[in-house]
């Protein structure tokens, strides 16, 4: 059993069977799935044996790509920008199972400068958010409703370069670590040699690294990680 407070929303009990939780206050449902959900069902799928990604996703010619990298280096404002040509999987948490990548709910949190509104049907401030986001809930038709199997993870560095580059295994290793759930504090030995064996599985899919320079536009940055993939797949 696993206690979490969720810092402005609430107080959350999670087990493996059922997630339990007390609100400190009444909360939009798009905002609730988005915001106050999202770290308890990671604890919830953690107990489960099931690898957990902080990450943003989107599926491409039947396949996911995963976007990793360190909190605010862009992934949802780059997810964001090619929903015209994608679907979106996921944002925030990334939950793995079998091997492939299970959808979450069809919402996004962006900065309002970064919302197209023509991919949203309904939006929902998200209170006490220190970066301003707004729940964005996509059109039914932009949202991958099915588990889709991995094609490549992209994790994200902020440069001065622009390229998409191959990293070395022990590198690869660490960026998946440094971007996986796990409140080790609850952990036994068992749970680390399961998550330890679950997460080195990954490094059968292709792990690039992905350099974006300040200066470049998001919608630039995701023409580029799409032409990659269609060249590289």
Known sequence: ELIFNKKNFGKFIITKKFIKFKLYDEFDQDVFLS?????????????????????????YKGKSNILLG????????????????????????????NKQL??????IKLQKENISEKYFEKFSPIPLDHRKRVACRLKAE??????KPINKFFFIERDKVSNIKSMETKY????LFSSSF????????TD?????????????VDI???????????????SRLLNYIDNNS
């Open 142 to 147: 932009l949202f991958s409703e099915s588990p």
């Open 208 to 222: 690039k690294e992905f350099n974006i320079p300040q200066q470049e536009k998001p919608v630039e940055s995701f």
């Open 70 to 97: 360190l909190p605010k280096s862009g992934k949802s404002t780059l997810l964001g920008t090619g929903l015209n040509k994608v679907k979106f999987i996921t944002e925030d948490i990334g939950i793995i199972r």
């Open 35 to 59: 915001t106050a959900l999202n770290q308890p069902i990671a604890c919830y799928e953690y107990l489960n044996k099931n690898i957990v990604l902080h990450c943003s996703a989107f599926e």
């Open 182 to 189: 796990r409140p080790n504090e609850f952990s036994d030995t």
């Open 192 to 204: 680390e040699k399961d998550f330890f064996s679950n997460i080195s599985q990954l490094l059968e």
């Open 172 to 175: 690869k290793l660490a960026k």
């Open 102 to 107: 299970l959808p979450s709910t069809p919402l």
